[in-house]
Nanobody, 119 residues
Framework: QVRLVESGGGLVQAGGSLRLSCAAS????????MGWFRQAPGKEREFVAA????????NYADSVKGRFTISRDNAKNTVYLQMNSLKPEDTAVYYC????????????WGQGTQVTVSS
């Protein structure tokens, strides 16, 4: 069982930066693939980024490549999403999620944190 709690969202001007954090409970956190997703008003939830259990492999949506960086600290049971050069179209609720392995669906989700980018 994994419980996820996001933080770090807020209001920022276009071109600015934010760092989201996702704190996880559960002693098996270090074995999980972790991902970030987002959902804008009126749109479906979309994949943003993912990171392997070791942190050695990452994957990004094309829309955020070169601007966002996902990382994790297994000693702190935390995964991060550093977001730079933010655009108004990045406005969404951002969710942290956990999957048991690369072949599993994301079975654990946080409650989400709002990111609003003003133009």
């Amino acid at each position: 069982q994994v419980r996820l709690v996001e933080s770090g969202g807020g209001l920022v001007q276009a071109g600015g930066s934010l760092r989201l954090s996702c704190a996880a409970s559960g002693r098996t956190f270090s074995s999980y693939v972790m991902g970030w997703f987002r959902q804008a008003p009126g749109k479906e939830r979309e994949f943003v980024a993912a990171i392997s259990w070791s942190g050695g492999n990452t994957n990004y949506a094309d829309s955020v490549k070169g601007r966002f960086t996902i990382s994790r600290d297994n000693a702190k049971n935390t995964v991060y999403l550093q977001m730079n050069s933010l655009k108004p179209e990045d406005t969404a609720v951002y969710y942290c999620a956990a999957a048991a392995n690369v072949y599993s669906a994301y079975g654990y989700w946080g409650q989400g944190t709002q990111v609003t980018v003003s133009s």
